[in-house]
């Protein structure tokens, strides 16, 4: 937990208690099914809740959005990034039944009601549009997009700085990667924003809807 305040100030004592309950919350349905890599969990905060808060130093989501986190596991970046910004909804959707059970007991747990989870295959949405996806490093940035798109609302002419598109968390050398995809994303090394030795060769990749 202190790693999240030596990055991050003014959290309010709800979000305190709330970021300071997963832990234990994860421990306990890592018990009963694997949601979270056992190896990390001595390193939580670092490795997923920090690893998904390096969203919102670069992006401050406006109230009333509406985000789907793409393949969200056990609800990373989701559950973070929603604690984060409570008045942003985010729409989590994974195809393991299993691990959005342990993600809707955590948000019950913690009172997070800024979230909904969805079992289904990205490909199977087909009646919700959202004004943002963000994803950690679930599929190649080309199957990324390709999934994204059709789930993206349509930008007002007249907001023409609003955050739209895809925003995700990748590693490692993402050269050939971004040359398949066809995108042309905004990159960010985490390392020069957490010091962390955990953070080298990571990134985060925005993909704007205008392309």
């Known amino acids: 937990m202190e790693i999240l305040t030596k990055y991050f100030a003014g959290f309010t004592e709800k979000q305190i208690h709330q970021f300071a309950s997963l832990k234990d919350l994860y421990v306990e349905w890592n018990q ?3 949601v979270i890599s056992r190896k990390d969990l001595d390193n939580f905060y670092m490795h997923h809740v920090l690893h998904s808060l390096s969203i ?3 992006f401050d989501f406006p109230n009333g959005y509406d985000i789907m ?3 969200t ?3 990373f970046p989701g559950i973070p990034l929603a604690i984060f910004f409570p008045e942003v909804h985010f729409h989590l959707a994974d195809s393991i039944n299993k691990k959005l059970k342990a993600v809707e007991a955590v948000a019950d747990a913690i009172d997070l009601k800024n979230i909904t989870v969805q079992h289904t295959r990205v490909e199977d949405i087909h009646n919700k549009k959202f004004d943002l996806v963000v994803s950690r490093a ?3 940035l080309k199957d990324l997009w390709y999934w ?3 789930l993206l609302k349509k930008r007002p ?3 023409p700085k609003k955050i739209t598109g895809l925003i995700c968390l990748k590693g490692g050398d993402l050269n050939n990667e971004i040359t398949e995809s066809g995108c042309r994303p905004r990159t960010w090394e985490i390392e020069k924003i957490f010091e962390e030795e955990f953070f080298k060769e990571k990134y985060i990749l925005q993909v704007s809807a205008a392309q």
């Open 138 to 140: 679930v599929a190649s």
């Open 56 to 58: 919102a130093t670069q």
């Open 32 to 34: 009963k099914i694997n």
């Open 148 to 150: 994204s798109k059709p």
């Open 73 to 75: 596991g056990g609800g």
């Open 69 to 71: 986190d793409l393949g």
């Open 157 to 159: 002419v007249d907001q």
